[in-house]
């Protein structure tokens, strides 16, 4: 190390002076010149979120937050770095063989389980088994049917064929791995493992407390290196006014924000001095949809005249406070298999009325709603509790469809039973959510009419033939663009049959404790190089506890 106070008889200068020199200037001087700090170890970082977990098996994990958690306790065979660019992960390298048909992976060698279990082919073995098992709930089994064989050379070494070309066979693999040795006799659907994980990421499960947090503390024994950052707490608090509550006493470090918050509330000195704050491109959108058994949705005129009657430019303005755009479909500006051809339906509640007519709604007993064979146009939507960007989407959609004569409830409810009691069990008339989309734009799982069965994502039983057709097709296509005419084609249809109102993309908006270094925002957001964030000794809040 240079040492730039060599040329001073520092024996002449005052102690005082010295450490002064010693603790302020140099640093001073390093960073003006360039001289990167070494990581310090330790501390905490504490995150809020409206909703608990519901399961710690990542191939069972359908909701944001449990699949947030799982993203620390375990690893795929490959992942997407910061520029979306697809790298190895637990597979060292890869080879891709019979024009597309077989990839060949090499694993990586002395990785091992939170148990001190080696990691090896067998573990992706019997992850790939319960993925196609058909009495295992799993939702993402459509990309794995398409394996032909899957062989294990040696312990090391996997080789997966395919029965056909299949353009998303090497992300699919990004699929987190599980341990054979602990759950090859267990039921995947019951297992207490659900709630003690054995991973073999950079966090180990510590404590789990239902509805309140979940802790995870750092694996010295990770691949890659240990995380600086000790421990990572999940902390659940259903409201986002609490949330923000708990942000203004440092009680977290981080958490999303809403728009208010974002735009105004966190517009202080007290926010400035102690937080970052990012506004991100989201590959996220929120939509109403429809349980198209219910004999109200069934009819795409009446869907069509629904989504006329809503104006998305107004909940955007309002409830986002501009920070979003209009969703036309299941594709968002950001993916290469967005179809900007497809424009937003106009508001027109007119429009809507007529259609609805047409349909066989009016209003013939002059009460102001409408009705058709004596039962009037009345349903109920259903979304989560501590969301209240959908709630009051929601409400404004409630205000529109009165304007015509239909009468739209709203029911909130708590998250696991949203999700769990309604949601996958179909047992709903309309729905508000929003889906987290991969990079990789195949979206077989959650249009194809295969998969509707109880925790699948095709929950609204959407089925068109086309799109089914379509949706197969560019599975088979490894050029970006010959793919894109079919998923242009999914994108221009799915907006015509409306199973969604297609709401809006809202931008990602978070903040994050400044004491956090190495915080490096990219495409892939902020959280890819997590297990390189460090805090200085100085500023750390928490220690390590038995």
Known sequence: MTNYFAYLNLKRLPALLVVFLLAVILPIVRAAWGFAQEPDRGDAIVSGSIADASTLIPILASDSASSEVCGLLYNGLVKYDKDLQLVGDLAESWEIQDEGLTIVFHLRRNVV????????????????????????????????????????????????????????????????????????????????????????????????????KIELISNPAYFEHQPFIDRAIYRVIPDVSTIFLELQTQGLDSAGLTPLQFTRQTDTAFFKTHYRKFRLPSFTYVYLGYNLDHPFFRDKKVRQALNHAVDKDEIIRIVHLGLGTVCTGPFIPGSWAYNDRVKPAAFAPALARQLLAEAGWRDTDADGWLDKEGKPFSFTVITNQGNEERIRSAEIIQRRLKEIGVEMKIKVLEWSVFIHQFVNKRKFEAVILGWSLPREPDNFDIWHSSKTREGEFNFVGYSNPEVDTALVEARKIFDPEKRKIYYQRVHQLLYEDQPYMFLYVPDSLSVLHNRFRGVKPAPAGIGYNFIDWWVEKSRQRYRLTP
């Open 113 to 212: 389980w939170h148990d001190g279990r080696p990691f090896t082919a067998r573990d992706v073995e019997f992850t790939y088994q319960k993925l196609i098992d058909p009495q295992v709930r799993t939702p993402y089994g459509g990309d794995f049917e398409r394996v032909k064989a899957l062989e294990v050379p040696d312990e090391f070494t996997v080789r997966v064929t395919y029965k056909e070309a299949f353009a998303p066979a090497l992300s699919s693999w990004g699929m987190p791995i599980l341990p054979r040795h602990v759950l090859e006799k267990e039921d995947l659907n019951t297992t207490r493992f659900a709630r003690q994980p054995i991973g073999l990421g950079p966090y180990r499960f510590k404590s789990w407390k239902t509805q309140e």
